[in-house]
């Protein structure tokens, strides 16, 4: 290898990491640098590819020396300002969800289920597990790496003291702990309900029957998937907020409107309830005198479901106005 | 071990501060990069190549130095650096906080030197 080539290469190899319009002008800086350095060296005579080598290791790695010459603004795939966020979700829906997943592997390992009765399905459900942690980890960091990018700022604005808010009251804190605890039971509600909805059952004294039609859960997943996701950036910024703003309740307004949507078609595009359910149902009250209005809120239990959900979506979202407005005077 | 390193990160740091100061204060004439490592080392200020010659680019687009290839003055062409109007009004304005940092410096650590 001639000893040119060996300069060039590390000069190439610092260049190519800089912006196009520097590299010329870098490369023939560093050459006739690399030239002086070796002249100094050795003087008049011609140096050997060890005095090249000495030159070159004491530029440093050409990733070091690109490093210099870069500005001071690193590209940050998740910077400094929402690392810590950053973190904080990941461990917390890390853990929920291998959590959620082991356990309704253990679930289905101890009642079981036809799909899942050796050791061997234990273990392939370990590797889904991983997967799931996997599919995590880059979707909160796909996220994340969007707001940087975008430079959206997700924090209080701390740049005038004047705006800086008061010192929350002990009640206008948003308890860690619980948020923490919502997002947690949220993402292993979710990956329960819909991995094994089989749980939920219902025993006439013979057979234990399946109270949700367990192909219509299947076939909707997504939806509940998108309701569970909505509430979890309600719950994720108030982790981050940790207090009661008026941000905050315009976003559980939006988040909670949008949540209705995957609600209503979740329980009203197939039919959620397993029918041998119900019908099991209503021969245990043929006798009764209601027989009929029990009949007919059986039958009615998606609606009764949806108007739920939405009835605890609007008392969220009111008793957040209401707080923010009490709490949040700027 | 520890020791040595703590020390070390200390005066990394106190030198960084300094680098700019050495840098400008030696280009009231056009000097080319490695000529500039040479001068400062002879002068007892060690400054690496590969933290100059970025800086010197940094200072450049700061509107402080202006830069010249000459390629004619040997068969190597070399990049030779000046301090502009802009980077002289600097450099003094640098300076005078330097002197007051040094004095109020010693006057703190060796009080009974400077009175």
């Not at chain 1, 010459?69 to 829906?93: A, Q």
């Not at chain 1, 036809?114 to 979707?139: C, D, P, Q, R, Y």
């Not at chain 2, 830069?67 to 300076?95: A, C, H, L, N, V």
Request: hydrophobic content about 45%; charged content about 20%.
């Amino acid at each position: 290898m001639s000893e040119h080539d060996l300069i060039e290469r590390y000069i190439y190899a610092v260049t190519r990491k800089l912006p196009r319009r520097m590299r010329d002008d870098v490369s023939k800086e560093l050459f006739s640098l690399i030239s002086d350095m070796l002249e100094s060296r050795c003087g008049d005579i011609r140096p050997s590819e060890k005095d090249i080598r000495v030159v070159l290791t004491e530029l440093g790695t050409p990733s070091e020396l690109a490093n210099n010459y870069l500005p001071d603004k690193i590209n940050y795939l998740i910077g400094p300002e929402y690392y810590h966020t950053y973190k904080t979700i990941l461990l917390i829906v890390i853990a929920a969800t291998s959590f959620g997943m082991l356990l309704s592997g253990f679930i289905l390992l101890i009642i079981g289920s036809e799909e899942f009765n050796s050791i061997f399905h234990f273990f392939e459900w370990i590797g889904n597990t991983l997967f799931s942690m996997i599919m995590v980890f880059a979707f909160i960091t796909f996220f994340f790496a969007f707001f940087e990018r975008k430079g959206i700022k997700i924090d209080i604005n701390d740049n005038n003291l004047d705006e800086l808010p008061p010192v929350p009251l002990k009640e206008e804190v948003i308890s860690k702990s619980g948020t923490i605890f919502s997002i947690s039971f949220s993402i292993v509600f979710c990956i329960i309900f819909l991995l094994i909805p089989q749980i939920f059952t219902f025993t006439d004294g013979e057979n234990w029957i399946p109270i949700f039609s367990i192909s219509s859960i299947h076939r909707m997943w997504y939806l509940f998937v998108l309701f569970t996701l909505f509430s979890l950036i309600k719950e994720v910024y108030k982790l981050y907020i940790g207090r009661y703003t008026k941000k905050l309740a315009v976003l559980s307004i939006v988040t909670n409107l949008f949540s209705v949507v995957p609600a209503y078609l979740f329980t009203h595009t197939h039919s959620l309830m397993n029918q041998t359910f119900i019908t099991t149902i209503s021969a245990l009250f043929k006798m009764e005198e209601d027989a009929d209005f029990i009949l007919y809120l059986f039958q009615n239990i998606p609606s009764i479901f949806f108007i739920v959900i939405v009835f605890a979506l609007m008392l969220d979202a009111v008793t957040t106005i209401i707080k923010a407005l009490r709490y949040d005077k700027s | 071990m520890e020791k040595d390193e703590i020390i070390s990160s200390m005066i990394l740091e106190l030198r960084r501060g300094t680098i700019i100061l050495s840098v400008l204060s030696q280009l009231d004439l056009p000097v080319y990069g490695y000529n500039l490592v040479t001068l400062l080392s002879e002068k007892g200020i060690t400054v690496e190549a590969n933290t100059l010659y970025p800086l010197l680019r940094r200072l450049e687009s700061q509107g402080i130095l202006a830069s010249q290839w000459d390629t004619e003055e040997s068969t190597k062409p070399r990049k030779y650096y000046q301090k502009t109007q802009f980077g002289e009004e600097i450099y003094s304005i640098i300076k005078k906080h330097w002197l007051d940092t040094v004095s109020i410096m010693n006057s703190l650590i060796e009080p009974e030197v400077s009175i």
